[in-house]
């Protein structure tokens, strides 16, 4: 089994930064592709950042040059860095991965319970 923890949300006032963070944990073979979606109230989840399995990285349009995400291979594990931030990034944001446990299995796909990011004055 594999667990995906989400950390570093928070109340942020608009203008300000958070850093997220994701470890991945349990029987990890090797994981194919990792990052972050997030879901605002009586919204869709929609994409935030994202490492593709040949390691290139994925943002949604409206958060270039805002969001960085990066990652510690070494530690499986995942940042999103936010700086900038405004009222509408208020959600709840979701750490994504697609993990094999044994070389014989296939890509199994595992979600974070999620954290909160709140931004207001």
């Known amino acids: 089994q594999v667990q995906l923890v989400e950390s570093g949300g928070g109340l942020v006032q608009p203008g300000g930064s958070l850093r997220l963070s994701c470890a991945a944990s349990?029987?990890?073979?090797?994981?194919?592709?990792m990052g972050w979606y997030r879901q605002a109230p009586e919204k869709q989840r929609e994409l935030v950042a994202y490492f593709s399995s040949v390691g290139s990285i994925n943002y949604a349009d409206s958060l270039k040059g805002r969001f960085t995400i990066s990652r510690d291979n070494a530690k499986n594990t995942v940042y999103l860095q936010m700086n900038s931030l405004k009222p509408e990034d208020t959600a709840v944001y979701y750490c994504?991965?697609?993990?094999?446990?044994?070389?014989?299995?296939?890509?199994?796909?595992?979600w974070g319970q999620g954290t909160q990011v709140t931004v207001s004055s």
């Open positions: 349990g029987t990890i073979f090797s994981i194919n592709d």
């Open positions: 994504n991965a697609h993990v094999k446990s044994y070389f014989w299995l296939g890509y199994n796909e595992y």
